[in-house]
């Protein structure tokens, strides 16, 4: 009559070593979880690193985003910045225009509300907060249009409020550059 107490002992040993493993299972698990929930929340809260402001009252009056300032302007080193505004419902220029094989630099902010501004066939997407300026890069390697509808929801005119960008290749970019300032292909 040994045997019985002996597979009884194998038994509870059994069934403490499964205990300890199915703790340390969820342990992990929460571990795990808490560590996923912390760095969502930890870089949601965050400000960004850069943030730039413009005032939306004053905007059109002076400064970057006045109207005589917007659009494309070619820059010393050769890349290209341009600068837009949203507003209900419209974007300014209606037609931006950029060259082929150029970093370009967007800088965009909103007279009003939120409104989106993405780029079709791009990574650019982002939103214009009023108050803020959106800054995002982009190299285009073909000559083409590229669709812009606003992407956040802006109002009773929102899906009416779009533009484009139009790609034409460096040289013809130059020539325009020789006659005007700031460009745009607002007809
Ligand atoms: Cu602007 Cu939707």
Redesign the pocket.
Known sequence: MAAPPIQQESEVVTARAERRWATVAVAVVVALAAVAGYAGIYHGALPQARVETADPTTLHLAGEFAEGNLGSALEPDGSVTVRAV?Q??SFTPQCMVVPTDALVTFRATSAD?V??FLIEGTNINTMLVPGYISQLSARFTTAGEHLMP??????AG??G?WAKVKVVDRATFMDMSAKARRLSCVE
């Open positions: 949203g209900e419902y509300v409104h989106g606003c992407q956040e929801f802006c109002g929102h899906q409020m």
